[in-house]
């Protein structure tokens, strides 16, 4: 078994895509319609998200995070910082050495950064 996607729960499609453009480098892989929702991909290396906007204005909420491994914690700080997001949370230091930090999304969706 191996990781294929999230899905992401949005309001506004547009600005959701570009929230994950401007910050973290995604691209549009695929967009589709199934039955009432809008569906975008985006993809940034083998790391794949689902946007879905429901056509009927209803919006679930998110209860959940995702996490990214990354090198650099400092260097991806700093330049979300200069994008204009700051962390919710962190960073921390875990007790195994990892570092971690934790920011949140356009749609209340946690976006967790580890660097092991």
């Known amino acids: ?20 453009q401007s910050m973290f480098h995604f691209q549009v892989e695929k967009r589709l319609t199934l039955d009432n929702e809008d569906i975008t991909f985006l993809i940034h290396g083998n790391v794949r998200i689902e946007l879905i906007q429901a ?4 919006l679930v909420t998110n209860g959940s995070h995702m996490t ?3 090198e650099n914690m400092a260097e991806w700080m700093r330049k979300l910082r200069c994008k ?3 962390p919710c949370e962190g960073p921390i230091r875990l007790k195994n050495g990892w570092k971690t930090v934790f920011y949140e999304g356009l749609n209340g969706e946690i976006i967790e950064l580890i660097e092991l």
């Not at 056509?55 to 209803?58: G, M, P, R, S």
């Open 84 to 86: 204009g997001l700051a």
């Open 55 to 58: 056509n009927d204005k209803v």
């Open 68 to 70: 990214w491994e990354i």
């Open 1 to 20: 078994m191996k990781w294929h996607h999230v899905g992401i729960y949005v309001a506004d499609m547009y600005a959701a895509e570009k929230f994950y």
